[in-house]
């Protein structure tokens, strides 16, 4: 009873509540970083620093009044919202944090929710159901933008997927499991990050997550110059910040995959160099989320430097470019792997 249920509930709660909280500070340290990168000062009203905006702005989106158009399908838009952040909130089950573990009363507590050996699949057919809630969103609008920017995004994740599961096999050619700690175990058995030794894989990965979570330079279905503001253009109050809480908690997302397929996980940097031994004292659940905030800190600088791509650039990129050199890079792995039996 202890073991199997009251401990996962506690995990699953304080994950949950953690993932809250940098989902919201997520919102204000890319309003900081973009500031900064204009010459601004963002936030500064609410709280020091503007520390307490994010609060503020949850209790806004909490009282704010929620209106569903008249034409709209009641039932599909008020849940679609619901479809898009519940997966992107349960794939962190399995995302591990670190190996490092504790006892509770005499059961064994990791700081990660579960590991089971088919990780990396769980991952990625979670994370593509969330799609469908921008889908149901844009078509039970009924308007032309919120359609206009759901078809755009079911486009944009069939052609970038593709390319990001390419990337994410070249991984597993080396780890030779699916397992995400397997992953990050593999990594410290070779001596090198999967970013080292599979640096396309990685570029492909990187640019993959970008425009499977419709960020900058690939926010075609939110695009607010031709769009107003995509899928979400007749959303407001609660059911706005659902989606809004499911972009950031997709962005982390990527970041925690990217951090523990590509650059270790929880490991510190060349874990078996004894000159390096010392970056081992820093706790491995430190090296992630700095690995984590790095990538959230690309993700904005990308806003913040690039300007959007036109659409048919965003499908040739996809198909022309990323598809053909994602295939390659992955039966290069396979006939190196096979060539040096290691």
């Known amino acids: 009873m202890v073991e199997y249920f009251l401990i996962p509930a506690v995990q699953i709660l304080i994950i949950f509540l953690v993932l809250l909280l940098f989902v919201a500070y997520a919102t204000y340290l890319e309003r900081k ?68 573990h504790t006892t509770v009363f005499g059961y064994p507590v990791h700081l990660y929710i579960t590991d089971v050996n088919v990780g990396i699949l769980f991952v990625l057919a979670l994370s593509s159901i969330g799609v469908f809630g921008i889908i149901l969103g844009g078509w039970s609008s009924n308007s032309k933008y919120p359609l206009l920017g759901s078809l755009r995004s079911a486009a944009q994740m069939v052609s970038y997927e593709v390319a990001m599961g390419f990337a994410i096999v070249s991984v597993l050619i080396y780890s030779r499991s699916l397992s995400m700690i397997d992953i990050v175990n593999a990594q410290k058995d070779m001596g090198w990050w999967f970013a080292v030794i599979q640096p396309i894989g990685f570029f492909i990965y990187l640019i993959c997550g970008v425009a499977e979570t419709n960020r900058a330079p690939f926010d075609l279905p939110e ?52 000159a390096l031994s010392f970056l081992q004292v820093v706790p491995g659940v430190v090296w992630f989320f700095l690995k984590v905030f790095f990538f959230m800190y690309l993700y904005i600088w990308l806003r913040a430097t690039l300007p959007r791509f036109r659409y048919d650039q965003l499908m040739r990129v996809g198909w022309k470019y990323l598809i053909p050199i994602s295939i390659g890079n992955v039966i290069l792995t396979a006939v190196l792997r096979l060539y040096f039996r290691t």
Do not use: C
Not at 38 to 51: A, D, I, N, S, W
Not at 55 to 84: C, N, Q, S
């Open 33 to 100: 970083v973009v500031a900064f990168m204009q010459v601004r000062l963002g936030p500064m009203r609410v709280g020091p620093y503007g520390l307490l905006q994010p609060i503020a702005d949850a209790v806004k989106l909490m009282f704010k009044e929620d209106i569903v158009p008249a034409g709209a399908d009641k039932w599909i838009f008020m849940f679609a919202p619901v479809i898009t952040m519940i997966p992107a909130f349960t794939v962190f089950s399995v995302i591990p944090f670190s190996d490092s």
């Open 223 to 274: 695009a607010e110059s031709e769009l107003v503001a995509g899928f979400h253009t007749e959303y407001s109050g609660f059911r706005f910040a659902i989606y809004f809480m499911a972009e950031y908690a997709n962005m982390i997302l990527i970041s925690s995959i990217a951090a523990t397929l590509f650059w270790g996980g929880w490991l510190s940097p060349f874990p078996n160099v004894k």
